[in-house]
């Protein structure tokens, strides 16, 4: 089996799937978290693995960035390869003064800018969420690993370097917004439609109230230890 974007047959990808942002980034948790990672994908660059974490199958496989993007793969993922699990694994943007450089915000919903769910709900709004067991079992690993944890509503953007006025980010933050990010609202819409378990954990790398941002090496810790978290959860 084959689809225009995922070049492998469907035994080679797991039902489990971590899915970074950055395809270099699943490069990273195939080489350094799963046993006997094989590649199973490279069209366009989007590299895909499969491993096992603690005995269980996993895959890892980027999304590209934005929602479209990883509509596309989680599309495929879901109708063509059987996935049963997806977890998005990223960075954050900071919206609340409590959230600090490094800590884990797990995505209890949605809000989006973006008009991708507009066009598919015909102008009604519909709303994304995280699939409640997979949420817990994340919440809970992340306390058992001692990582700082928020649950809460985060916003997906489809705007990265706006202009003054495109983004009132304190207007989210008034009603209680966690963070930014520009994908997970995308992935629980195709989640929800293909009753596959969905859940994004993202790591804070900069904070919209402080300005404080994340050295390249702080991100690199942080983004190990969510990693772990991402990869307990999935497989509970």
Known sequence: MATPHIQAESHEVA????MPGDPLRAEYIASTFLEGAKQFNAVRNMLGFTGTWKGVRVSAMGSGMGMPSIA??????????????????????????????RDLV??????????????????????????????LEAYRAAEKRGVPIHAGTILSTDTFYGHDGDIDWKLWASYGVLAVE??????YTIAAKHRVQALTLLTVSDSLCTGEAA????????YGSMMEVALDAVIA
């Open 15 to 18: 039902e489990y799937v971590l």
């Open 72 to 101: 596309i793969y989680a599309e495929e993922l879901c109708r063509f390869y059987g996935a049963a699990r997806i977890v998005r694994v990223g960075s954050c943007g900071a919206l609340q003064e409590r959230l600090k450089l």
């Open 106 to 135: 797990m995505a209890v919903t949605a809000c989006t800018d973006s008009n991708v769910n507009a066009i598919r709900f015909r102008g009604a709004s519909f709303a994304p969420a995280a699939d409640f067991s997979l949420g």
């Open 182 to 187: 520009m994908e997970t609202a995308a992935l």
């Open 215 to 222: 050295s390249p090496e702080e991100r690199e810790r942080s």
